[in-house]
C-alpha cells in the first residue's frame, strides 16, 4: 500500500527535488516559481476539497429518477439552464469540474447539459466575471460574456454530434456501476 | 466567495448527517476517494506551473503577443493559455498587465479564453473520466472558439 502510494506520487516527488534544484542552483528563480505555484496550491486545497464533499452527497442523495427529470436529454430547457446555472455559480479550477460532470451523467444527465456545464464552469464563473470586470473593465467582460453564451452552445452541440451514441454511453456507462 | 462554500457545505452536510449518519459518511468517503485520486497528477502540474511561469518574464510574454503581432501573436497566445493553469484571480490581473506592457486586445483575449476553457496540461485527467475522443473534441474546438473571441473582440471593442 505504502509502496504504491510513492509510485503514484513520484512525479510530485521529482518536482519537490527540482525545486530544491533550483533553490540552490537558479535561486532568483526560487520565489517565482514558488509564488506561481502557491495560488494554484491554495486553490487546490481550499476551493476544491468542498467540491468533491458537495459530489460526495449529490452522489449518495440525489435518485436517478430525479436528475434524469431535472437534466436528463428529455430535459429540454430546464436542464441547459440547471447545467448553465451550476456552472456558473460554481468555484474552482475546470479540473475540479470533470468528477462533478461524471456524477451527473452517472445520475442521467444528459451529455449535451454536461458540456454545458463544463462551458458554463470554465468560463463564465460568477466570481471570476468580477474578477474579470475589475481587471478588465466590463466592456471587455461584457463582449466575452455573451460570445461565450453562444460559444458553450456550440462547442456542446457540436461535441455531441461529432461523437456516436456509443462513445457517449461509454462514458455514462463506464462510471454507473461505481 | 470561499466562505460561502463553505457555508453551503457544511450545512448540507449537516442536513444529510442529520438525515443519515451512514449515507453522510459513505459521500465524504467517496468525496475522500477521488479527491486523493486527482491529487498526484494536479500536485504535479501545479508545480510544473510554476517553474515555467517564473522562467518567462511578463516583457517577455507581452512582446510575442504584441499589437503588431497579428494572426501569428493570436495563434501563440492561445498556445499559452492551452498550455497554462492558472486560478482566474491570478489570470485576470496578469492578462491587464500583459495588456499594459503592450499585448494586443484581440491576443489577450484569445489568451484568456483558451486559458480558461482549453487545458493541455490537464488532458490526461480530462481522458481519464471522458475517454480520448470527447477530451480532444471538447479541448480542440474550445481552442478553436478561442480565435473566434479573438476576432470578435478585436472587431467589438
Same mark, same amino acid.
Given at each position: 500500500m505504502k509502496k504504491q502510494t510513492l509510485k503514484r506520487y513520484r512525479m510530485v516527488i521529482m518536482m519537490?527535488?527540482?525545486?530544491?534544484?533550483i533553490y540552490f542552483?537558479?535561486?532568483?528563480?526560487?520565489?517565482?516559481?514558488?509564488? &506561481?505555484?502557491?495560488?494554484?496550491? *491554495?486553490?487546490?486545497?481550499?476551493?476544491?476539497?468542498? *467540491?468533491?464533499?458537495? %459530489? &460526495?452527497?449529490?452522489?449518495?442523495?440525489?435518485?436517478?429518477?430525479?436528475?434524469m427529470k431535472l437534466m436528463g436529454p428529455k430535459s429540454k430547457g430546464l436542464g441547459l439552464l440547471i447545467a448553465f446555472l451550476l456552472g456558473s455559480v460554481a468555484a474552482g479550477p475546470l479540473y475540479a469540474a470533470f468528477p462533478v460532470?461524471?456524477?451527473l451523467l452517472k445520475k442521467g444527465s444528459s451529455f449535451r447539459n454536461v458540456l454545458v456545464l463544463l462551458g458554463a464552469w470554465s468560463t463564465t464563473k460568477i466570481p471570476m466575471l468580477m474578477f474579470e470586470s475589475a481587471s478588465m473593465g466590463l466592456p471587455f467582460t461584457i463582449t466575452r460574456f455573451v460570445i461565450?453564451?453562444? &460559444? %458553450?452552445?456550440?462547442?456542446?452541440?457540436?461535441?455531441e454530434k461529432l461523437l456516436s451514441e456509443k462513445t457517449i454511453l461509454t462514458i455514462s456507462e463506464k462510471f454507473s456501476q461505481s | 466567495m470561499n466562505q460561502t462554500l463553505y457555508v453551503i457545505t457544511f450545512s448540507l452536510l449537516g442536513l444529510s448527517a442529520f438525515k443519515s449518519l451512514s449515507k453522510? $459518511?459513505?459521500?465524504? $468517503? $467517496?468525496?475522500?476517494?477521488?479527491?486523493?485520486?486527482?491529487?498526484?497528477?494536479?500536485?504535479?502540474i501545479i508545480l510544473v506551473?510554476? /517553474? /515555467?511561469?517564473?522562467?518567462?518574464?511578463?516583457?517577455?510574454?507581452?512582446?510575442? @503577443?504584441?499589437?503588431n503581432s497579428g494572426w501569428f501573436g493570436v495563434l501563440i497566445a492561445s498556445l499559452i493559455g492551452a498550455i497554462t493553469l492558472m486560478p482566474g484571480f491570478v489570470a485576470f490581473p496578469l492578462a491587464a498587465t500583459l495588456l499594459s506592457q503592450g499585448a494586443g486586445l484581440p491576443q489577450i483575449a484569445a489568451f484568456i479564453s483558451s486559458? @480558461? @476553457?482549453v487545458g493541455f496540461i490537464t488532458l490526461p485527467l480530462e481522458i481519464q473520466h471522458f475517454g480520448k475522443k470527447a477530451a480532444l473534441i471538447r479541448n480542440g474546438l474550445a481552442l478553436l472558439f478561442s480565435f473566434v473571441v479573438a476576432t470578435i473582440m478585436g472587431v467589438v471593442l
Amino acid at each position: 500500500m505504502k509502496k504504491q502510494t510513492l509510485k503514484r506520487y513520484r512525479m510530485v516527488i521529482m518536482m519537490i527535488m527540482v525545486y530544491t534544484f533550483i533553490y540552490f542552483g537558479f535561486k532568483p528563480l526560487f520565489v517565482p516559481a514558488v509564488n &506561481g505555484s502557491m495560488n494554484s496550491l *491554495i486553490e487546490l486545497l481550499i476551493v476544491v476539497p468542498p *467540491i468533491f464533499v458537495l %459530489i &460526495g452527497l449529490l452522489d449518495v442523495w440525489v435518485e436517478r429518477e430525479k436528475m434524469m427529470k431535472l437534466m436528463g436529454p428529455k430535459s429540454k430547457g430546464l436542464g441547459l439552464l440547471i447545467a448553465f446555472l451550476l456552472g456558473s455559480v460554481a468555484a474552482g479550477p475546470l479540473y475540479a469540474a470533470f468528477p462533478v460532470a461524471i456524477t451527473l451523467l452517472k445520475k442521467g444527465s444528459s451529455f449535451r447539459n454536461v458540456l454545458v456545464l463544463l462551458g458554463a464552469w470554465s468560463t463564465t464563473k460568477i466570481p471570476m466575471l468580477m474578477f474579470e470586470s475589475a481587471s478588465m473593465g466590463l466592456p471587455f467582460t461584457i463582449t466575452r460574456f455573451v460570445i461565450n453564451l453562444f &460559444g %458553450i452552445m456550440a462547442i456542446a452541440l457540436i461535441s455531441e454530434k461529432l461523437l456516436s451514441e456509443k462513445t457517449i454511453l461509454t462514458i455514462s456507462e463506464k462510471f454507473s456501476q461505481s | 466567495m470561499n466562505q460561502t462554500l463553505y457555508v453551503i457545505t457544511f450545512s448540507l452536510l449537516g442536513l444529510s448527517a442529520f438525515k443519515s449518519l451512514s449515507k453522510t $459518511k459513505l459521500a465524504l $468517503k $467517496k468525496a475522500f476517494k477521488s479527491f486523493e485520486a486527482m491529487l498526484p497528477q494536479i500536485l504535479t502540474i501545479i508545480l510544473v506551473i510554476g /517553474v /515555467v511561469i517564473a522562467a518567462l518574464s511578463p516583457e517577455q510574454i507581452a512582446s510575442i @503577443m504584441g499589437s503588431n503581432s497579428g494572426w501569428f501573436g493570436v495563434l501563440i497566445a492561445s498556445l499559452i493559455g492551452a498550455i497554462t493553469l492558472m486560478p482566474g484571480f491570478v489570470a485576470f490581473p496578469l492578462a491587464a498587465t500583459l495588456l499594459s506592457q503592450g499585448a494586443g486586445l484581440p491576443q489577450i483575449a484569445a489568451f484568456i479564453s483558451s486559458l @480558461m @476553457m482549453v487545458g493541455f496540461i490537464t488532458l490526461p485527467l480530462e481522458i481519464q473520466h471522458f475517454g480520448k475522443k470527447a477530451a480532444l473534441i471538447r479541448n480542440g474546438l474550445a481552442l478553436l472558439f478561442s480565435f473566434v473571441v479573438a476576432t470578435i473582440m478585436g472587431v467589438v471593442l
